[in-house]
């Protein structure tokens, strides 16, 4: 099993381009989000996926789109990027959201700079 | 709103020495509480997950422990090596998940 999966594992934009991050799980999970980590700010969630077809606002949603394209891929969108969106993306999912015995487990991160 | 504190920001021991993280929350009404290690660079690693009915779980040399009442949870590494230097991060589920900003280990030789 690889897990969680994200590409790119790098990306250099310009202010106001676009892009999607793509993230895979191969481990049938029903539950995946997207957060962002910045130094001094800890990881915030930007958006979730409880199950299939469904998707829901997290703590830091502004600028930013996704699609649950299925079960096993959750990508983000940043339509017209700014430079306050420079930070490291984490993917992650579990079996059921958020709750109980099910863990959270991390892809590697995309390291997004926007100039 | 759940706050999430971990003490200290950054810990240094030598080799050998047994250690405790702490991480204490505001809001005791959770699911779970994970902890999770992150070296530089990388993505979260799942070290523990105690869920709310729990007190404690184990792992190898890791201990972690869970006290709602007074909104705390430490995580006990027993012998530490140098292996082990890496960020610790712990995570509270209550509806979503609010992480606190970690502990940086660094264990000597």
């Known amino acids: 099993n690889a897990g969680v999966t994200q590409t790119p594992k790098f990306q250099v934009l310009k202010t106001g381009q676009s892009m999607t991050l793509q993230c895979a799980q191969d481990m049938n999970h029903n539950s995946m989000y997207w957060y962002r980590q910045d130094p001094g700010m800890g990881l915030r969630l930007i958006y979730y996926?409880?199950?299939?077809?469904?998707?829901d606002k997290g703590e830091v949603p502004n600028g930013y789109n996704v699609s649950r394209l299925n079960k096993r891929e959750f990508s983000l969108r940043l339509e017209s990027a700014a430079p306050s969106q420079t930070s490291v993306y984490f993917c992650?999912?579990?079996?059921?959201?958020?709750?109980?015995?099910?863990?959270?487990?991390f892809g590697p991160g995309t390291r997004l700079t926007v100039t | 709103k759940q706050e999430v504190t971990q003490i200290p920001a950054a810990l240094s021991v030598p080799e050998g020495e047994n250690l405790v993280l702490n991480c204490s929350f505001t809001d005791s009404a959770i699911y779970n509480l994970q902890w999770f290690r992150q070296d530089p660079g990388k993505g979260l690693t799942s070290l523990l997950l105690?869920?709310?009915?729990?007190r404690e779980q184990t792992s190898g040399r890791l201990n972690a422990s869970l006290d709602k009442s007074s909104g705390r949870s430490t995580l006990y590494i027993a012998a530490s090596q140098p292996g082990d230097s890496a960020t610790y991060l712990c995570?509270?589920?209550?509806?979503?998940?609010?992480f606190g900003d970690g502990t940086t280990l660094t264990v000597k030789p």
């Open positions: 992650a999912s579990s079996e059921a959201l958020f709750r109980g015995s099910y863990e959270q487990y």
């Open positions: 996926s409880a199950s299939e077809g469904t998707t």
């Open positions: 105690i869920q709310s009915s729990q």
């Open positions: 995570a509270l589920s209550a509806g979503k998940s609010t």
